[in-house]
Nanobody
Framework: EVQLQASGGGLVQPGGSLKLSCAAS????????MTWVRQAPGKGPESVSV???????YYADSVRGRFTISRDNAKNTLSLQMNSLKFEDTAVYFC??????WGNGTQVTVSS
């Protein structure tokens, strides 16, 4: 059974930081390109960052310079370090493989 378990969300003030983690199981993690997708209330999903199986990283313009994606293929984990958080970063964040598997989400709320 494929599982992608995201964690690390919470409530943070603008300018603060959070680190999201995703524990993957049930598939060969190191073979897949991975992504963090977020969905804000009333909006469609947005892929904020992708890390390919061979380590190339991509970022949406909205988060470039503030978010950092990383992965540990030995531990089957994907992470997202989020700094300088803004109100508009408020969303449910999902960990997913590109185009196949989705996990549960973790809520990130940026509020003063």
């Amino acid at each position: 059974e494929v599982q992608l378990q995201a964690s690390g969300g919470g409530l943070v003030q603008p300018g603060g930081s959070l680190k999201l983690s995703c524990a993957a199981s049930g598939f060969t993690f190191g073979d897949y390109d991975m992504t963090w997708v977020r969905q804000a209330p009333g909006k469609g999903p947005e892929s904020v960052s992708v890390m390919t199986h061979d380590g190339t990283k991509y970022y949406a313009d909205s988060v470039r310079g503030r978010f950092t994606i990383s992965r540990d293929n030995a531990k089957n984990t994907l992470s997202l370090q989020m700094n300088s958080l803004k109100f508009e970063d408020t969303a449910v964040y999902f960990c997913a493989t590109v185009a196949k598997y989705w996990g549960n989400g973790t809520q990130v709320t940026v509020s003063s």
